[in-house]
């Protein structure tokens, strides 16, 4: 894999690499991505004897897919390999407006295996052989308020763990010497407006092309539904728990 993005849990990080995808030298929609139905029905028609027990469309191995897009390619979503396909993929199925903080982690996953196909992302520092690397940084108490929404059982850690392995992260981000590799500070990144700075000196990492008012766009989105995912779980715990 030539390119990596490595964060502490909080990061931001695999929305920065949503950022990164924009770029052309990435075609992402040759892949099998989104089917426009799924159910049961419809996937019990056309199982395989190899496949899973039925789940979530993102979730099914990339075999399963291509299977299904040869044998019913009518239902799959059709996106052009250009940043226009590209925007129109992300806010209508990465950050669509029904995001929030008890599917944000499900939505996620659903297209982090396929993501990891074109720019790897991880919360491990051990990836020094990658050719260009981009290393997270973040304030530890920022990250935890940021991602707590998301997990409230935080990984089986408590707040201090959460905290100390961050600390820990940072350290280690910039006391381990590697030349492939430029560090970002991500906490000015939560805003509503994309920080120019942080989005040139990751594509510069990366020598990509700069998108960035592509990028405003879906940075605005993913902020606002951060924002209305703080809202959401105080209100629905208010209402879950009120006698």
């Given amino acids: ?44 028609d056309l199982k395989g004897g190899s496949w899973p027990i039925y789940g979530d469309f993102n ?30 993929f992300i806010m209508e199925h990465v950050y669509p407006n029904n995001r929030t903080w008890h599917n944000w982690l499900q939505t996620e996953w659903g297209f982090r295996d396929w993501a990891d196909g074109y720019i790897s992302f991880s919360h491990n520092l051990d990836h020094e052989y990658i050719k260009n690397t981009i290393a997270v940084t973040i304030e530890p108490e920022f990250a935890y308020k940021r991602y707590l929404k998301f997990n409230s059982c935080n ?4 707040k201090e763990q959460t905290i100390s392995e961050i ?14 590799r430029i560090i970002i500070d991500a906490n000015v990144i939560y805003d509503e407006h994309l920080n120019y700075e942080l989005y040139t000196r990751c594509i510069e990492a990366f020598s990509l092309t700069n998108n960035y008012q ?21 209100q629905d715990i208010i209402n879950m728990y009120k006698k």
């Fill in 59 to 88: 979730s099914m191995p990339m075999y399963v897919k291509h299977e299904c897009h040869e044998l019913l390619p009518s239902i799959f979503l059709k996106y052009d390999n250009n940043i226009n396909g590209k925007s129109s």
């Fill in 167 to 180: 600390e820990k992260y940072n350290c280690k981000i910039h006391t381990n010497t590697v030349s492939n």
């Fill in 1 to 44: 894999m030539e390119y990596l993005i490595v964060s502490p849990i909080g990061g931001f990080g695999n929305h920065i690499r949503w950022l990164m995808l924009l770029d052309d030298k990435f075609n992402l929609f040759d892949d099998v991505v989104v089917a426009s139905r799924w159910d049961r029905k419809l996937y019990n």
């Fill in 155 to 158: 990984n089986n850690q408590s």
């Fill in 214 to 234: 592509d990028a405003c766009v879906i940075h605005k989105q993913w902020h606002q539904l951060h924002q209305n995912a703080e809202i959401d779980i105080v």
